[in-house]
């Protein structure tokens, strides 16, 4: 059974950081390409940030380029979503997806002052 455990998310002021970690179990994370997504109230849910299974090659949403670097750990299982210069329209619930198929349950962030 393919579990995928996001934590870190939290309230930030503008400006501000956050790193989201995904924890996997029960997939081959080492050959499975990660991403991260979020969902706004009332939108689409939208990728975030891609990593293949090495970590050689990740893209970005073109909002989040510059601000945000996804990264893996595979001896760890885990994936991680490192976020600064955070904006209000960052707000979102972030959710971890391995291979376009499993997710996990989703982890609050929210911008404001």
Same mark, same amino acid.
């Given at each position: 059974?393919?579990?995928?455990?996001?934590? #870190?998310? #939290?309230?930030?002021?503008? #400006?501000?950081?956050?790193?989201?970690?995904?924890? +996997? !179990? #029960?997939? +081959?994370?080492?050959?499975? %390409?990660? @991403?991260?997504?979020?969902?706004?109230?009332? =939108?689409?849910?939208?990728? %975030?940030?891609?990593? !293949? @299974?090495?970590?050689? @090659?990740?893209?970005?949403?073109?909002? &989040? =380029?510059?601000?945000?670097?996804?990264?893996?750990?595979?001896a760890q299982n /885990?994936?991680?979503?490192?976020?600064?210069?955070? =904006?209000?329209?960052? /707000?979102? &619930?972030?959710?971890?997806?391995?291979?376009?198929y499993y997710w996990?349950?989703?982890?609050?962030?929210?911008? @404001?002052?």
């Amino acid at each position: 059974q393919v579990q995928l455990v996001e934590s #870190g998310g #939290g309230l930030v002021q503008p #400006g501000g950081s956050l790193r989201l970690s995904c924890a +996997a !179990s #029960g997939l +081959a994370f080492r050959v499975s %390409v990660m @991403s991260w997504y979020r969902q706004a109230p009332g =939108k689409e849910r939208e990728l %975030v940030a891609r990593i !293949s @299974s090495t970590g050689g @090659s990740t893209n970005y949403a073109d909002s &989040v =380029k510059g601000r945000f670097t996804i990264s893996r750990d595979n001896a760890q299982n /885990t994936v991680y979503l490192q976020m600064s210069s955070l =904006k209000p329209e960052d /707000t979102a &619930v972030y959710y971890c997806c391995g291979r376009e198929y499993y997710w996990g349950q989703g982890t609050q962030v929210t911008v @404001s002052s």
